[in-house]
């Protein structure tokens, strides 16, 4: 049976996609203008997990990401010009600069955070799902892991947790196959992470993270019943970073002719391809691009021209409960 494509959806994500790649590039450029303290890590070549799990979320759902968080962030409903000036560390970002790159975050769409700890926030995602079973809300909290967070602690115990009290999590294992510079396989025993989830008693569905269509219907499939209180749920989708780990990486542990074969999957040609084969006018997916690199550069020029944060912003969110003492610093 042919399959009946949704083409205003794919339009849609088709856009997202396109927004999050640009957002990424503009960071890179930021990273080489020397505006970012710390860390980028870009997930260019990811682009149709961020899109295919968040366009599916409802903004009161909650989510939580790894260090690798910009597209996630993006796709949750997040405005690029606030996260760009979190990234530069000036005022006006959503933590007022003082989390950066990797602890990206914006509570107004539900984005409880990136975290630079690996796996960490799957323990924050059970705990934020079992507030909302004692609230007997419908929302839903999706937890975006890497492959290498199911060799530590955080995995065995969150996703444990999930399954005793029957919480309302999706867990997603974005599996791009590297542990920072490492290759997943060559440090993981057994059959890797669906199998440890489903060890766990819960199931799993592996999809190909670089066929948008194939992530957002396998998002789209089973968020319904963690909703409905019947427990949580874990997707495997398993893409590749086409860059670096992080923006200073010079990538000399891939064989070039990986990276070069995995360029011919990146997902957002891919998705562009397969509408093409419909009555899509090209001039639409290349405005699309091209809509993008204007918003983002656009986005990158404003944070650049954005003041620093004053210094009495050094004072705010700290903690003083105990009446701290001068003496014991």
């Given at each position: 049976?042919?399959q009946?494509?949704?083409?205003?959806?794919?339009?849609?994500?088709h856009?997202?996609?396109?927004r999050?790649?640009?957002?990424?590039?503009?960071?890179?450029?930021?990273?080489?203008?020397?505006?970012?303290?710390?860390?980028?890590?870009?997930?260019?070549?990811?682009?149709?997990?961020?899109?295919?799990?968040?366009?599916?979320?409802?903004k009161?759902?909650?989510?939580?990401?790894?260090?690798?968080?910009?597209?996630?962030t993006l796709a949750?409903?997040?405005?690029?010009r606030?996260m760009?000036?979190?990234?530069?560390?000036?005022?006006?970002?959503?933590?007022?600069?003082?989390?950066?790159?990797m602890?990206?975050?914006?509570?107004?769409?539900?984005?409880?955070?990136?975290?630079?700890?690996?796996?960490?926030?799957?323990h924050?995602?059970?705990?934020?799902?079992h507030?909302?079973?004692?609230?007997?809300?419908?929302?839903?909290?999706?937890?975006i892991?890497?492959?290498?967070a199911?060799?530590?602690?955080?995995f065995?115990?969150?996703?444990?947790?999930?399954?005793?009290?029957?919480?309302?999590?999706l867990?997603?294992?974005?599996?791009?196959?590297f542990a920072?510079t490492?290759?997943t396989?060559?440090?993981?025993?057994?059959d890797?992470?669906?199998?440890?989830?489903e060890?766990?008693g819960?199931?799993?569905?592996?999809?190909?993270?670089?066929?948008?269509i194939?992530?957002d219907?396998?998002?789209?499939?089973?968020?319904?019943?963690?909703?409905?209180?019947?427990?949580p749920?874990?997707?495997v989708?398993?893409t590749?970073?086409?860059?670096?780990?992080?923006?200073?990486?010079?990538?000399l542990y891939?064989?070039?002719?990986?990276?070069?074969k995995?360029?011919?999957?990146?997902?957002i040609?891919?998705l562009?391809?397969?509408l093409q084969?419909?009555?899509?006018?090209?001039?639409?997916l290349?405005?699309?691009e091209l809509?993008?690199?204007?918003?983002?550069?656009g986005?990158?020029?404003?944070?650049k021209?954005?003041?620093?944060?004053?210094?009495?912003?050094a004072?705010?969110?700290?903690q003083?409960?105990?009446?701290?003492?001068?003496?014991?610093?």
């Amino acid at each position: 049976m042919k399959q009946v494509l949704d083409i205003d959806r794919l339009l849609e994500h088709h856009l997202l996609m396109c927004r999050v790649r640009a957002f990424e590039e503009a960071a890179l450029q930021a990273n080489t203008e020397n505006l970012v303290l710390g860390a980028i890590h870009p997930s260019i070549g990811q682009e149709a997990v961020a899109s295919g799990i968040c366009f599916n979320l409802q903004k009161e759902d909650l989510l939580t990401s790894t260090h690798r968080g910009h597209g996630h962030t993006l796709a949750k409903g997040a405005d690029p010009r606030v996260m760009m000036r979190e990234l530069l560390g000036r005022e006006g970002g959503s933590s007022h600069g003082k989390g950066g790159s990797m602890h990206i975050a914006d509570f107004s769409v539900g984005m409880l955070g990136a975290n630079g700890v690996v796996g960490a926030n799957i323990h924050i995602s059970a705990g934020a799902a079992h507030a909302i079973k004692l609230l007997k809300e419908q929302r839903i909290v999706c937890s975006i892991f890497g492959d290498g967070a199911i060799n530590r602690g955080p995995f065995l115990e969150g996703l444990n947790w999930a399954v005793v009290f029957h919480l309302p999590v999706l867990f997603v294992c974005e599996d791009n196959g590297f542990a920072s510079t490492t290759r997943t396989s060559a440090v993981t025993g057994g059959d890797g992470p669906a199998a440890r989830a489903e060890a766990l008693g819960v199931p799993s569905t592996t999809v190909d993270g670089n066929d948008l269509i194939e992530v957002d219907e396998a998002a789209r499939s089973v968020m319904p019943s963690i909703r409905q209180g019947k427990g949580p749920h874990m997707i495997v989708a398993r893409t590749y970073r086409l860059v670096g780990h992080t923006a200073s990486d010079p990538d000399l542990y891939r064989p070039r002719e990986e990276v070069e074969k995995a360029w011919k999957k990146d997902p957002i040609m891919r998705l562009r391809k397969v509408l093409q084969q419909t009555d899509i006018d090209l001039a639409i997916l290349e405005q699309h691009e091209l809509s993008a690199i204007k918003e983002m550069d656009g986005v990158f020029a404003e944070a650049k021209a954005a003041p620093w944060p004053p210094l009495t912003r050094a004072f705010e969110d700290v903690q003083d409960i105990g009446d701290p003492r001068q003496e014991a610093f």
